[in-house]
Each structure stands twice: as structure tokens, then as C-alpha cells.
């Protein structure tokens, strides 16, 4: 039986798993999909907020204010890249300014340091390629940019690491309450447990009804992104938004950790919890309004676009706390934005709910918060290069032209704790695919090494999905030794 069972692989639920790691207990995270990060976590803005902007006194205000600081040991520990490069709050009206204001004394309240209101010449000589009708603006220097999907793959991994053990594909489809505890029906388990986390993102509220009342519930907010070349990264040196609205931060415009330009999200509320496409009319919204901060945004240079889903809770704030009706059972529920900011400190918190609940858990003196550092060969001196190449050759053929990905990179994901099974797994872990060419060129390879060591045939590797096939059919047969090769062109053209 496990002592904590964690349901959920988002970064939530992972930054829970590895700080629960940390004590002498049997856990297990739970996870409906083949990889971890495949939620929310995966399309969102990748900002580590400041923390001025949530109503003081709000669950919010409170995780944010207390996680944004954390970030800085906890990316060196794990080896996540993680930039805190600030952010501005842009005005346009004396009504905007007035805003500004009231984002500046909630930020006072909340504990925010270095804040502080400068005026549209400031502004524009931080930021050169700003609108000049821009009258003003809030400056956080602690805001912060990361890859979620990268954290959150770097916590599942250090927590397997320090004995998580980790269930990938297994949908819960029931939890029923017994005498010790919770029996969670998953599609391929029968989990039985002292303890439940309820980290389940758009489908927490599911999830809660399955063993107590409904008391909140959990709707879909998507929002649409422009993604732009890395030759535009430089465009903007912070993170810029406009004015919030009741919807949310508006529309930003920022480098990403990767040294790509981010613009987005707009914020629409839907019904279904899946879809996750974008639309033709939502991302205009989204070009036009990120022209007010902006006139010279370079759209040409956009290499794609994406749409992620905000769990948008009825309660108006995050829920972290024990179910009323369930003893032990935890609901870590309407994570939106500044969830990913706030996620340590959520962690911190539920393992001291879960640890009061049991009278206190006994630390795991060889718990290892380290984990073995990424290669990035794109970084690497020309030295480094040759010695790495001289060790392992697979360092010496490059896969993703457009990222300098070499296959031993490609190999090291594959081959790593929580190691990546995908197409999309390998791109979230070590970025081929998310150049200009956007795969084109590097996806038949990718399938190539994916199948070579996962010991499968190549007509088995899916994009992301577990039904998510590539290969459809054969086209050309008899081909001998190429025939793999006319495979994977044909199916690539075809998508």
C-alpha cells in the first residue's frame, strides 16, 4: 500500500511527488497520459510571475509571492534553464496609469520587492521598440522566464530519482474510501493508499466527486500564442504586458527562455475541455491587440502558433486544501495563472497539510535534490564539442539542424528516468522540432532513434497520444535498406 498517492503529472502534481520525496514514504504519481507535462503545464505562457497582480489576502497572492523567490535553487538543482529578466506593465491613458497604481499598492501588500512606477520615457529606453503613446508603466524586476514542460519533466525525474514510482497511461476512473484510506481504479491498476493528492488539472473537479460533494468546478480558458524565430527573440529585453482586464494579464510580448518571442494569449471560455485548436479569428485578436504595445512586431517571422487551456475554477481562486468530506484527501484544484509560479510553494504547503494530517513524516536522510545534469551541445565550447564527439560519436551527428540537436542528446531523453517515448516527448526534453523548419527536417530521424531504442518498429511511434500514428502504410515496398526512409517521408508529407 502507498502512503501518498499523487494523481496528476503536471507541475503541480510533480513538484508535489519530489517534495514529498523527501520523507520515508511509499508514493506514487498517477498520470492519464503516456508523458508527464501533457496538460496545462504544456501550452501556457512560461512566465514566473512577480506576484503584484492577484488580490492580497487570495491563495494566489500568497503562493506566488512565496514561490517566485524559489525558483533560483530549485532550476540549479534540477538544471532547468531559468531567466529572471523582469517585466513591465505597460500604460496607454491616464485610466491605464490609474491601474498601474492600484497593481503597484497590491504588489506593496503582497510583499513584492524592487517594484516601481516609472513613466513612458523610462520605459521606451528600456525598451526601444515599444509604442511611443505608451505613457507609463509598473516595473517587477523579479519576474522570470522557464520551459514549465522542462521543470516539470526535471521534478518527475528527480522524484523517481528519490523512489517515486511513476504510472504513465492510467486514467483514474474511480476512487472509493476504505478503512485505511482510498482504492483508486485507474484503466490498469488498483491503487490502494493512505493518502490522495488531487492534482488533476481541467478534470480536478471530476475527480473530487468521486469521493466527496461537489463544492467547485473546473472550466476550460483557452488562450492562442505566436510563436517567433529566435532571430526576433531580442525584440523585447522583458516581459511586457498591457493592463489587465477581468479576463486576465491581456496579451503579452516576451523572449522565451529559448531565445524565441512569445505573443499572446488572448482568453476565451469553452465548454470542452480538450480542444485545444487555434482559430483564425482569435489569433488576429491576439496580433492586433499585441500591436498597441507594439507597431514594428515582427509577424513575418512567426514559426507557429498553439493554444493552451487555464483550469478556470468557479471559486475565482486557487483551492488547496482537505476535502471536507474526505480525511487526507487533498485537492489541489483551479491552478491558472500564476500557477506555475506559485508551484513551489503550493508543494511546500500540501506536504505540511499531509504531514500535520499524519502527525509529522520522518525525513529521508539520502534524499538527492540534484539531478544529473542536461547536455546542451549547442553551448558547449568548441573543445567541449570535440571531447564529447571523441567520447560518444552520437554527439558528432546532428539531428535538428535548425536547434543543433545532436543525436546523443536525442539518446540521453530517451534513456533517462521518465525517459521520453514520443515524437513530442523528445521535443519537450531537448527541443528538435521547435525551430524554423518545425520538424520538418529532423521528425523521420527522431522516429528513427525513437524505435532504435525503445526496441520497436518505427510504425509504432506516435507524435504525443498513445493512437497519435505517424506511419499510416506502406507506399513503396521492396525497397531493401531504404525503405524506412521512403516510409517516413511519404507519412511526413502526408501530415
Not at 44 to 70: L, R
Not at 330 to 337: C, E, L, P, T, Y
Not at 431 to 448: A, D, H, I, K, L
Request: aromatic share 6%; charged share 25%.
Amino acid at each position: 500500500m502507498y502512503d501518498v498517492a499523487v494523481i496528476g503529472a503536471g507541475v503541480i502534481g510533480t513538484f508535489i511527488a519530489r517534495e514529498l520525496s523527501r520523507y520515508k514514504l511509499n508514493i506514487v504519481l498517477i498520470e492519464k497520459d503516456n508523458d508527464v507535462a501533457n496538460g496545462t503545464t504544456k501550452a501556457n505562457s512560461a512566465i514566473i510571475h512577480a506576484g503584484y497582480d492577484a488580490e492580497p489576502g487570495t491563495n494566489m497572492a500568497k503562493f506566488n509571492s512565496k514561490g517566485n523567490p524559489m525558483f533560483d535553487k530549485i532550476c540549479e538543482e534540477l538544471d532547468v534553464e531559468f531567466k529572471r529578466i523582469g517585466s513591465l506593465v505597460v500604460a496607454f491613458n491616464d485610466e491605464n496609469m490609474n491601474m498601474i497604481k492600484e497593481l503597484y499598492d497590491r504588489g506593496l501588500k503582497n510583499g513584492i520587492p524592487n517594484i516601481e512606477i516609472i513613466n513612458g520615457e523610462q520605459v521606451r529606453k528600456m525598451e526601444p521598440n515599444l509604442n511611443n503613446d505608451i505613457v507609463g508603466a509598473l516595473y517587477a524586476p523579479t519576474c522570470g522566464i522557464i520551459g514549465p514542460w522542462e521543470l516539470a519533466i526535471a521534478l518527475a525525474e528527480n522524484a523517481v530519482e528519490n523512489g517515486v514510482e511513476i504510472l504513465l497511461n492510467s486514467e483514474v476512473h474511480n476512487i472509493n474510501k476504505t478503512d485505511y484510506g482510498y482504492r483508486i481504479f485507474t484503466k490498469r491498476e488498483v491503487i490502494d493508499t493512505k493518502y490522495v493528492v488531487n492534482c488533476a488539472g481541467l478534470y480536478a473537479d471530476k475527480i473530487n466527486n468521486m469521493v466527496a460533494s461537489p463544492y467547485f468546478k473546473i472550466k476550460p480558458r483557452r488562450g492562442q500564442y505566436f510563436i517567433l524565430d529566435k532571430s526576433a527573440g531580442n525584440f523585447v529585453n522583458r516581459v511586457i504586458f498591457q493592463c489587465p482586464t477581468k479576463l486576465g494579464k491581456g496579451v503579452l510580448v516576451a523572449p522565451t527562455v529559448h531565445g524565441n518571442l512569445i505573443i499572446g494569449p488572448d482568453a476565451e471560455d469553452l465548454n470542452d475541455k480538450e480542444r485545444l485548436d487555434t482559430t483564425a479569428d482569435r489569433l488576429q485578436y491576439v496580433r492586433e491587440t499585441a500591436l498597441k504595445t507594439s507597431k514594428n512586431i515582427p509577424f513575418k517571422k512567426v514559426i507557429t502558433t498553439f493554444a493552451g487551456l487555464r483550469a478556470e475554477p468557479s471559486t475565482g481562486d486557487f483551492i488547496v486544501e482537505e476535502s471536507k468530506e474526505a480525511r487526507g484527501f487533498i485537492n489541489v484544484a483551479g491552478i491558472k495563472s500564476p500557477g506555475l509560479s506559485a508551484s513551489p510553494a503550493i508543494a511546500e504547503y500540501v506536504v505540511e497539510l499531509l504531514s500535520d494530517i499524519n502527525g509529522g513524516f520522518e525525513a529521508k536522510e539520502d534524499f538527492n535534490p540534484i539531478r544529473r545534469r542536461m547536455i546542451r551541445f549547442e553551448k558547449l565550447s568548441a573543445d567541449e564539442k570535440a571531447e564529447l564527439i571523441r567520447k560518444d560519436p552520437k554527439f558528432g551527428r546532428i539531428i535538428c539542424r535548425c536547434e543543433n540537436i545532436t543525436e546523443g542528446e536525442i539518446v540521453d531523453a530517451i534513456r533517462r528516468k521518465v525517459g521520453a517515448t514520443t515524437v513530442d516527448g523528445i521535443k519537450k526534453r531537448v527541443r528538435p522540432g521547435t525551430g524554423r523548419c518545425q520538424g520538418g527536417f529532423c521528425s523521420p530521424r527522431v522516429m528513427e532513434i525513437l524505435a532504435r531504442e525503445l526496441g520497436k518498429d518505427i510504425s509504432e511511434i506516435v507524435k504525443d497520444s498513445p493512437n497519435s500514428y505517424i506511419l499510416v502504410g506502406n507506399t513503396n515496398k521492396g525497397l531493401g535498406e531504404h525503405a524506412a526512409d521512403e516510409l517516413v517521408a511519404t507519412s511526413i508529407d502526408e501530415n
